[in-house]
């Protein structure tokens, strides 16, 4: 079955780990997948990729920090395909990783910047062509949001807010026929993520696999979630599956947390 069927899905934040599965997975699921990231680079390798699935492909580099990119995106979403169904949100900035006594007042305006302001900034933009549709949004959170370990405190900061702000719009773009959701993820098991355990695993004299095994040992299902599977539950919260869910968040952590 496929869940977006002829769907217009936009996604904003596409990198080569989480962002890649997201266009792959609307793909798989009959839909039409726009890219939009600040990389062009990038956008066209998985955009040949998306086609390469025998999907349509449609790139747009974005930078959702800036009012006119924005616009333009909306502008060549409708020239190209007549409006959007699906708008889900993967852009976000790095954290800092330290602690915030120690960490940049500039560092933290900026992940706001990106993380929350730039996500408000598309949903806003696509808000008439969702409400059009019956549209409805996903946006990518973290598991940062059930925790407060140390040195992930502008981290976990940028994702609430983002999650408050979700949790308001799911209220005000109710009455418009628009759903929003959240996905929150913990670790995935990603290249970028097999890179650094490799690094944890030299600096303590353990095996890589070692380090994968500590770290999974805290979920129900002693492993970690790859990136098709958080892909596969935006999908299911974009999807029709999904018409009577609006404000929620869905955990996707093998079970490292419970909420």
């Given at each position: 079955m496929s869940l977006l069927n002829e769907k217009v899905v936009v996604v904003s934040g596409v990198g080569p780990a989480l962002g890649r599965s997201l266009c792959l997975r609307a793909a798989a699921n009959g839909a039409r997948v726009v890219l939009a990231a600040r990389t062009r680079s990038r956008l066209d390798e998985v955009a040949a990729q998306v086609?390469?699935?025998?999907?349509?492909?449609?790139v747009v580099p974005t930078d959702i920090t800036d009012d006119a990119a924005v616009d333009n995106l909306v502008a060549t979403v409708t020239a190209e395909?007549?409006?959007a169904d699906v708008l889900i949100n993967n852009a976000f900035a790095v954290p800092s990783m330290k602690p915030l006594a120690r960490t940049d007042f500039d560092h933290i305006t900026?992940?706001?910047?990106?993380?929350?302001?730039?996500?408000?900034?598309v949903i806003k933009a696509f808000t008439p062509a969702l409400e059009a549709?019956?549209?409805?949004?996903?946006?990518?959170?973290?598991?940062?949001?059930?925790h407060s370990e140390p040195r992930y405190g502008s981290y976990k900061l940028a994702k609430s807010a983002l999650l408050a702000m979700s949790q308001s719009l799911a209220t005000e773009l109710g009455e418009k026929g628009i759903r929003i959701n959240s996905v929150a993820p913990g670790y995935i098991w990603d290249d970028q993520l097999k890179w650094y355990f490799g690094e944890i695993a030299k600096k303590y004299g353990i095996t890589p696999e070692q380090v994968y095994e500590q770290t999974a040992s805290k979920s129900d299902l002693k492993r970690l979630p790859e990136p098709d599977e958080i892909a596969d539950a935006a999908v299911f919260l974009a999807s029709s599956m999904a018409s009577s869910?609006?404000?929620?968040?869905?955990?996707?952590?093998c079970g490292e947390y419970h909420d």
């Open positions: 086609r390469e699935a025998g999907a349509q492909a449609l395909f007549g409006g900026a992940s706001l910047d990106l993380t929350v302001l730039g996500t408000l900034r549709a019956a549209g409805s949004i996903v946006t990518i959170n973290s598991m940062v949001i059930r869910i609006t404000g929620h968040t869905l955990d996707v952590n």
